[in-house]
């Protein structure tokens, strides 16, 4: 096997999770199994892809990359997806994690599906699936611009859906959950970042009074919001 339970589940530092999280998707990539996984979300690649690189970027972020605080990540059902063991003399409040992607759905999977089979997949454009799995299915994507400010409201409410999933469930106290979204594309200038932390405050905030914290932070390590 390419990646592992244990291997996934194996205490690691603040300051170490995110360059083992990289090193292994980068190691999967160059593998054609792997690399397919990865696209797709397959087995444990799913929990690394969207759960310990997430991880890695957080740490970076909250806890400055300390060597003195051990992540472990927990593969399974349980209402959280990794816990904290904080060594510092001045300790986190947080002591457990859930990680949550604003992301399209279906769609994301159909346009690796079209990246896999056509070699180019427009990030944007709207999807179009036509057959089943038993018939062969088909997948169509416009190549399309849309404005910005459509490509933004886009992403304002996956981050809103993300937060809706985890609305009404019990979690351990002092919990955090952190959203992670597209910041590569969406949240580049200043007044992006601004009309997310009031989107955030207005329409988010309320479904999630079941957490300690809650995190809003992008896949480019840019975008790093923190909320109570």
Known sequence: MLLTKEEIETPRTAAKIRCWAEQKIEYLGNTKEGKHAIRFREGYAKELTEETLPLGIFCENYFKSSRYVVIQQHVGNQNYDATIKDKRLKKSPIKYLEITQAHEGED???????????????????????????????????????????????????????????????????????????????????????????FIHENVLEYLNN?????????????YLEFK
């Open 211 to 223: 957490f300690l914290k809650v995190f809003v932070i992008g896949w480019s390590s840019k975008t």
């Open 108 to 198: 994301a999977h159909l346009r690796m599906l079209h990246l896999e089979n056509k070699g180019h997949a427009n990030v944007l454009g709207m999807v179009t699936k036509k057959g089943t799995k038993h018939t062969g299915i088909t997948v169509e994507i416009e190549n399309e611009a849309l404005e910005h400010g459509v490509v933004v409201d886009n992403e304002l409410q996956r981050i809103l859906e993300a937060a809706r999933r985890k609305s009404g469930k019990e979690y351990p106290d002092n919990t955090g959950l952190v959203i992670i979204c597209d910041d590569y594309i969406v949240f580049r200038e200043q007044e992006d970042i601004e009309k997310l932390i009031q």
